[in-house]
């Protein structure tokens, strides 16, 4: 359902490690004259590196690493998805650990996967996966909520996605003034929502607003989100208010990173909910018709050199 108007005033099977390690020597030896076939300019490092990597997924394989009686490898997840079968020579793979590769693996040095966005940082293999699901150079997913939108990239590529693709509205300034619209307002499903983007000091907000049901209630909920990581968006606050008949109802918080998805800042609840009854009495009239004028702003709190205190700085 979607709002009518909206109008913007702003282990191994027994075999001995011998064994095991006698059928890949061949694979990941690191002397230059071994049957590696290692070219010219790429280092032993590299070519392992390569040995690690999964045939049917491509990703990097952690233990267990099974292989076949042929020496081929994949990881235990597609193990799984070949039904037993190597996706190399086609022969039955077993319950074979590759335990040399893994050793092999615990003395390797890698970048982070997000090396080329920017991370500078080399890790042991086994400790570089977990970094990688927190790194700060890793993608962000598409905050448009609307859709299952698989869209990941830095923030000035996600900003253009936004307005391009999902036809978001796009403002400059740090104050807002939204009017919202609905003709039925007892008609109220989960996904009913609008976002838009706001800029300001340097950075891009997006503001949220949406119906959905709470529990047996409606409700209509504002918040706000910092394209951005959750470090950066501790630096900024925000204030929303809605009201009508001399009643008003203020949130003021801290906007959630788009690392935190859309569905996880709705579920907690964290930021301005309206119920349904106080919604239709700041529309006045009948009550037949939902007309909510949602204001806010946004501020950089600034340390106070003096006092140790933060003080807000509001843009003009």
Same mark, same amino acid.
């Given at each position: 359902?979607?709002?009518?108007?909206?109008?913007?005033?702003? *282990?191994?099977?027994?075999?001995?490690?011998?064994? !095991?390690?006698?059928?890949?020597?061949?694979?990941?030896?690191?002397?230059?004259?071994?049957?590696?076939? !290692?070219?010219?300019?790429?280092?032993?490092?590299?070519?392992?590196?390569?040995?690690?990597?999964?045939?049917?997924?491509?990703?990097?394989?952690?233990?267990? !690493?099974?292989?076949?009686?042929? %020496?081929?490898?994949?990881?235990?997840? #597609?193990?799984?998805?070949?039904?037993?079968? #190597?996706?190399?020579?086609?022969?039955?793979?077993?319950?074979?650990?590759?335990?040399?590769?893994?050793?092999?693996?615990? *003395?390797?040095?890698?970048?982070?996967?997000?090396?080329?966005?920017?991370?500078?940082?080399?890790?042991?293999?086994?400790?570089?996966?977990?970094?990688?699901?927190?790194?700060?150079?890793?993608?962000?997913? #598409?905050?448009?909520?609307?859709?299952?939108? +698989?869209?990941?990239?830095?923030?000035?590529?996600?900003?253009?996605?936004?307005?391009?693709?999902?036809?978001?509205?796009?403002?400059?300034?740090?104050?807002?003034?939204?009017?919202?619209?609905?003709?039925?307002?007892?008609?109220?499903?989960?996904?009913?929502?609008?976002?838009?983007?706001?800029?300001?000091?340097?950075?891009?907000?997006?503001?949220?607003?949406?119906?959905?049901?709470?529990?047996?209630?409606?409700?209509?909920?504002?918040?706000?989100?910092?394209?951005?990581?959750?470090?950066?968006?501790?630096?900024?606050?925000? *204030?929303?208010?809605?009201?009508?008949?001399?009643?008003?109802?203020?949130?003021? %918080?801290?906007?959630?990173? !788009?690392?935190? +998805?859309?569905?996880?800042?709705?579920? +907690?609840?964290?930021?301005?909910?309206?119920?349904?009854?106080?919604?239709?009495?700041? +529309?006045?009239?009948?009550?037949?018709?939902?007309?909510?004028?949602?204001? %806010?702003?946004?501020?950089?709190?600034?340390?106070?050199?003096?006092?140790?205190?933060?003080?807000?700085?509001?843009? *003009?």
């Amino acid at each position: 359902m979607d709002l009518d108007n909206i109008e913007c005033v702003s *282990s191994s099977d027994g075999m001995e490690d011998e064994e !095991i390690h006698s059928q890949i020597t061949h694979q990941f030896s690191s002397k230059p004259h071994n049957n590696m076939g !290692i070219p010219p300019g790429l280092t032993p490092a590299t070519s392992v590196h390569e040995l690690l990597e999964c045939p049917v997924c491509t990703n990097s394989m952690y233990p267990p !690493i099974h292989q076949c009686h042929n %020496g081929h490898t994949l990881c235990s997840t #597609c193990k799984t998805r070949v039904h037993n079968r #190597c996706p190399t020579c086609r022969q039955e793979l077993g319950d074979i650990r590759c335990l040399a590769l893994e050793k092999v693996a615990e *003395s390797l040095e890698l970048p982070c996967r997000y090396f080329s966005l920017g991370c500078p940082e080399i890790f042991p293999y086994y400790s570089k996966l977990k970094h990688e699901t927190l790194c700060n150079f890793r993608p962000y997913n #598409c905050p448009y909520a609307g859709s299952e939108c +698989s869209v990941t990239g830095d923030i000035p590529f996600l900003v253009t996605h936004l307005r391009d693709d999902h036809k978001v509205d796009m403002h400059t300034g740090c104050t807002f003034n939204h009017r919202y619209v609905k003709s039925n307002p007892r008609e109220v499903e989960n996904a009913t929502w609008m976002l838009t983007v706001f800029h300001c000091f340097g950075q891009y907000f997006c503001l949220h607003f949406e119906a959905f049901q709470l529990g047996m209630a409606p409700v209509y909920m504002a918040f706000l989100r910092f394209m951005g990581d959750e470090a950066d968006a501790r630096n900024y606050s925000y *204030s929303l208010e809605v009201g009508a008949n001399g009643r008003k109802l203020i949130w003021e %918080g801290t906007p959630r990173s !788009i690392r935190d +998805s859309h569905r996880k800042v709705r579920d +907690s609840h964290d930021g301005l909910i309206i119920q349904r009854n106080m919604a239709l009495f700041f +529309s006045g009239g009948d009550r037949k018709e939902l007309k909510l004028r949602v204001t %806010g702003k946004i501020w950089k709190e600034q340390q106070n050199p003096e006092g140790g205190v933060c003080i807000p700085n509001l843009c *003009s």
